[in-house]
């Protein structure tokens, strides 16, 4: 790139130390303005080395921090590019000032994601390994945390280099037979191409099932918890969020009338949607009509159904099991340090779910079980962070779908017995599909698009 971008890459606030990037041909330059190391040194034109000083403003010779800073030569950094790390004392002024110094001094504020958009264009990693950063950075729990670190590690990147390997060469048998038509090689050719086709098919397809698991690991088990009023929601809530291993993290609800808070059940991240706040407006207890349950419960990926066990059921006991029925649900028959226990054997509640559950949201009885239901639902089966790659965004996921149409429409026309150019013609698109994930086919709007979610300094 032409220009030398500067950004403070530490989140804002005070903290013990602070850290200003620069990254462009005339970092070390700008750096040599504002930067007198103690000892005086020559910059080494290779790898890296850090040396320590203090950053002046050379208008006024005014120390303003004594700094380490770490020289990176091209090409061995993040950028590819030469590139500075100032590392400050963390307070916000002292930041400001150094980076508006290496401003004054020739470099540009770079735009959010920038580092990493460098990175990308100047082909050190692809696209998809670029926005793991931001997804390793908003990580929500540890396997979330996982996935992300293993997709910079390239590992959906090559899965799909391996995938394109292939098609690569389905596609030198093709040219071959289209150059040298008095071969008569297409049936072999047909047939390679089916079995090539039919193995690409089922792996685009196992990445594209993890998605459901990669969506959970990033947004969480959307889940909600109905009940009547007085069956025990808040007191549930209160008893899931006051955990010491319930990690909780404030979340912004997507409606003004629920609040949402993610919870981190051992290892599964749970974002609970919070009804209960639905309830109280001007200190009359305002129920969530059926309607409203029923909207929330269909996109729901987890139901948690709680009733006052000490009672027998009534009307709206029965419309919380109609809306339950047929949906990922966990039945909780609560207060059970009142009464053991009325709704046991009940038929209604009996056929609604396969997971029911005796607790006391009061004193905490049972809430390990629940803890244990939870994880057994979607640990064990669902979410296999060893077996390598799990799909955590939904461009990726959109792409290998489309990619699987290709393959589909591929084999189709092998089957019809196009002429080979035909069939030619989405092999090329499968190809074209996989390679917008990896960035090599993908247009500006889409890079601008995903850097600018990305935080300054990154
Ligand atoms: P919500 O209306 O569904 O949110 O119910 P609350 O959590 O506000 O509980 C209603 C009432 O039942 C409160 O007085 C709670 O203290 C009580 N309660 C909730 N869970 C239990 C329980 O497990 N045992 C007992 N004895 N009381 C409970």
């Given at each position: 790139m032409e220009n030398t971008i500067a950004a403070i890459s530490t989140a804002t606030g005070n903290g013990g130390i602070g850290i200003i990037r620069l990254s462009g041909k005339n970092s070390f330059e700008i750096i040599k303005k504002i930067f007198v190391p103690f000892k005086a040194t020559t910059f080494e034109k290779k790898g890296y080395i850090i040396k320590y000083g203090y950053i002046i403003d050379p208008t006024n010779n005014q120390k303003i921090d004594e700094v380490l800073v770490s020289f990176f030569v091209a090409p061995k950094s993040y950028t590819t590019e030469d590139m500075c790390e100032i590392n400050s004392h963390g307070g916000t002024i002292v930041l400001r000032k150094i980076l508006e110094l290496c401003l004054k001094n020739g470099a540009e504020l770079a735009e959010p994601g920038e580092f990493t958009k460098r990175a990308f264009l100047n082909g050190r990693i692809d696209l998809a390994q670029a926005e793991s950063v931001i997804d390793l950075i908003n990580s929500k729990s540890e396997n979330e945390a996982k996935a992300s670190i293993n997709q910079l590690e390239g590992y959906l990147s090559n899965k799909i280099k391996n995938i394109k390997n292939k098609l690569l060469d389905i596609m030198a048998d093709i040219e071959a037979n289209i150059d040298y038509p008095e071969y008569d090689?297409?049936?072999?050719?047909?047939?390679?191409?089916?079995?090539?086709?039919?193995?690409?098919k089922d792996?685009?397809?196992?990445?594209?099932?993890?998605?459901?698991?990669g969506k959970i690991l990033k947004e969480g088990v959307k889940t909600i918890i109905l009940g009547k009023p007085n069956a025990g929601k808040s007191s549930l809530l209160n008893t899931i969020l006051k955990e010491?291993?319930?990690?909780?993290?404030?979340?912004?609800?997507?409606?003004?009338?629920?609040?949402?808070?993610?919870?981190?059940?051992?290892?599964i991240p749970l974002k609970l949607i919070d009804t209960a706040g639905i309830r109280k407006t001007e200190d009359k207890i305002e129920e969530i009509g059926v309607n409203r349950a029923l909207k929330l419960a269909e996109g729901a990926d987890l139901i948690i159904a709680i009733f006052d066990a000490s009672k027998d059921l009534d009307e709206e006991d029965y419309e919380i099991l109609e809306i339950i029925k047929n949906k990922n649900s966990i039945i909780l028959l609560n207060k059970i340090d009142i009464d053991d226990i009325h709704l046991e054997n009940n038929e209604k509640i009996c056929s609604?779910?396969?997971?029911?559950?005796?607790?006391?949201?009061?004193?905490?009885?049972?809430?390990d079980e629940l803890y244990d239901l939870i994880e057994k639902m979607y640990s064990n089966n669902e979410i296999d962070m060893n077996d390598g790659v799990v799909i955590t965004n939904i461009r990726h996921k959109n792409q290998i779908d489309k990619a699987i149409n290709s393959v589909e429409e591929a084999m189709n026309s092998i089957e019809n017995n196009f002429p080979i150019d035909i069939i030619s013609i989405p092999i090329k698109q499968i190809l074209i599909d996989l390679s917008v994930i990896t960035g090599e086919d993908v247009s500006e709007d889409i890079i601008n698009e995903i850097f600018s979610k990305f935080c300054l300094g990154k």
């Amino acid at each position: 790139m032409e220009n030398t971008i500067a950004a403070i890459s530490t989140a804002t606030g005070n903290g013990g130390i602070g850290i200003i990037r620069l990254s462009g041909k005339n970092s070390f330059e700008i750096i040599k303005k504002i930067f007198v190391p103690f000892k005086a040194t020559t910059f080494e034109k290779k790898g890296y080395i850090i040396k320590y000083g203090y950053i002046i403003d050379p208008t006024n010779n005014q120390k303003i921090d004594e700094v380490l800073v770490s020289f990176f030569v091209a090409p061995k950094s993040y950028t590819t590019e030469d590139m500075c790390e100032i590392n400050s004392h963390g307070g916000t002024i002292v930041l400001r000032k150094i980076l508006e110094l290496c401003l004054k001094n020739g470099a540009e504020l770079a735009e959010p994601g920038e580092f990493t958009k460098r990175a990308f264009l100047n082909g050190r990693i692809d696209l998809a390994q670029a926005e793991s950063v931001i997804d390793l950075i908003n990580s929500k729990s540890e396997n979330e945390a996982k996935a992300s670190i293993n997709q910079l590690e390239g590992y959906l990147s090559n899965k799909i280099k391996n995938i394109k390997n292939k098609l690569l060469d389905i596609m030198a048998d093709i040219e071959a037979n289209i150059d040298y038509p008095e071969y008569d090689i297409e049936d072999v050719t047909n047939n390679k191409m089916q079995v090539c086709l039919n193995e690409i098919k089922d792996e685009l397809i196992k990445l594209s099932k993890s998605f459901e698991n990669g969506k959970i690991l990033k947004e969480g088990v959307k889940t909600i918890i109905l009940g009547k009023p007085n069956a025990g929601k808040s007191s549930l809530l209160n008893t899931i969020l006051k955990e010491e291993r319930a990690i909780v993290s404030e979340y912004a609800g997507t409606t003004r009338d629920t609040i949402e808070e993610f919870v981190n059940i051992k290892g599964i991240p749970l974002k609970l949607i919070d009804t209960a706040g639905i309830r109280k407006t001007e200190d009359k207890i305002e129920e969530i009509g059926v309607n409203r349950a029923l909207k929330l419960a269909e996109g729901a990926d987890l139901i948690i159904a709680i009733f006052d066990a000490s009672k027998d059921l009534d009307e709206e006991d029965y419309e919380i099991l109609e809306i339950i029925k047929n949906k990922n649900s966990i039945i909780l028959l609560n207060k059970i340090d009142i009464d053991d226990i009325h709704l046991e054997n009940n038929e209604k509640i009996c056929s609604s779910s396969n997971n029911i559950l005796k607790i006391s949201a009061k004193n905490g009885e049972g809430i390990d079980e629940l803890y244990d239901l939870i994880e057994k639902m979607y640990s064990n089966n669902e979410i296999d962070m060893n077996d390598g790659v799990v799909i955590t965004n939904i461009r990726h996921k959109n792409q290998i779908d489309k990619a699987i149409n290709s393959v589909e429409e591929a084999m189709n026309s092998i089957e019809n017995n196009f002429p080979i150019d035909i069939i030619s013609i989405p092999i090329k698109q499968i190809l074209i599909d996989l390679s917008v994930i990896t960035g090599e086919d993908v247009s500006e709007d889409i890079i601008n698009e995903i850097f600018s979610k990305f935080c300054l300094g990154k």
